[in-house]
């Protein structure tokens, strides 16, 4: 299939999947190569059957949601917002969980990729955090769609690429090299129950003190459903939590019930009435 004839097929059938067109404006090609691979697959001659067929299987849409998935990820993924998260967010949340009486500080990475995230945040409060909050420990809830991704997260092993932006003791700590495998160590994963999920049909009970949600909602579903998710996602927030989107990402307009908190690095926090905790 041609890139036009591709674009074209995208912006037909993106907005009814609720997803936004520019937002795969770049990684288009990824997306044309899998519906190609599809259409022939289904033995369908061009992208005008490929239509035909969308419109006579209402089913085959759920294949082409999947086709969608943008799975792209890597450990400590814009670092500021990683060292926003050791400095600054974290010891606070951490605080207001002890003030609160609780013993786990509760996360959710919604869109884990293969485990980069989730696993980045364990490796991140065992090396840096855990030693300053020693009565309470970290339970990390990481959703994704995709069941390959998911199968690679349970596997936890990466090439050097995917972990090249991790600080080097953290790496060289938490991972046993095997050829050129990197293998996280069985210690960091037991802090990260992963779940195959989609946001869109389920989420994990709250409620959470941290919420990862970047690279997923507020890029690619259309505003109507980023504004439904967003208030699904506050209300299993706690009083004081945070949220943080991708770099790249905005809430939508017309969200509530979020302040901004590190703007620069796209932190948000529920209830900024909020007064910080003493010693911190
Ligand atoms: C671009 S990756 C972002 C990964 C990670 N959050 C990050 O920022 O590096 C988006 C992830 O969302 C997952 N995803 C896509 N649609 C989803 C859905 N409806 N529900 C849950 N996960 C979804 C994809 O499988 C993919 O792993």
Redesign the pocket.
């Known amino acids: 299939m041609k890139d036009e004839q591709c674009v074209r097929f995208l912006q037909w059938a993106l907005p009814q999947l609720h997803m936004r067109w520019p937002a795969f404006r770049k990684v288009r090609k990824q997306v044309c190569k899998r519906v190609d691979a599809r259409m022939r697959e289904l033995g369908v001659a061009g992208i005008d059957e490929y239509k035909a067929y969308l419109h006579d299987h209402a089913d085959e849409w759920i294949q082409l949601d999947a086709l969608c ?6 450990f400590y ?1 814009d670092q500021g917002v990683f060292a926003t998260l050791q400095d600054s967010v974290l010891p606070i949340l951490a605080q207001q969980a002890l003030e609160r009486g609780a013993t786990q500080l509760r996360v959710w ?6 485990g ?2 989730p696993y980045t945040l364990a490796v991140l409060w065992a090396t840096e955090l855990q030693s300053q909050f020693p009565e309470l420990s970290i339970d990390i809830v990481a ?4 069941p390959n ?1 998911m199968r690679r997260a349970r596997d936890a092993r990466y090439k050097f690429g995917t972990l090249k932006n991790l600080p080097e003791s953290w790496r060289d700590r938490a991972f046993a090299l095997e050829g050129e495998n990197y293998c996280l160590k069985p210690e960091y994963k037991l802090c990260v129950q992963l779940l195959e ?4 049909q389920e989420q994990p009970e709250g409620p959470f003190d941290l919420v ?5 909602v507020f ?2 579903f259309d505003e109507a459903l980023q504004l439904e998710h967003l208030k699904r996602i506050v209300d299993a927030m706690h009083d004081g939590a945070a949220l943080v989107l ?1 770099i790249h990402e905005k809430l939508p307009e017309k969200g509530r019930g979020l302040a901004k908190w590190f703007d620069e690095q796209r932190v948000y926090r529920k209830n900024s009435g909020i007064v910080e905790p003493k010693g911190v």
């Open positions: 998935r943008i799975t792209i990820s890597r993924r990475s919604a869109g884990c990729g293969s980069e995230e959703t994704d769609a995709d991704v999920q989609d946001i869109r990862l949600c970047r690279n997923l890029t690619y991708g």
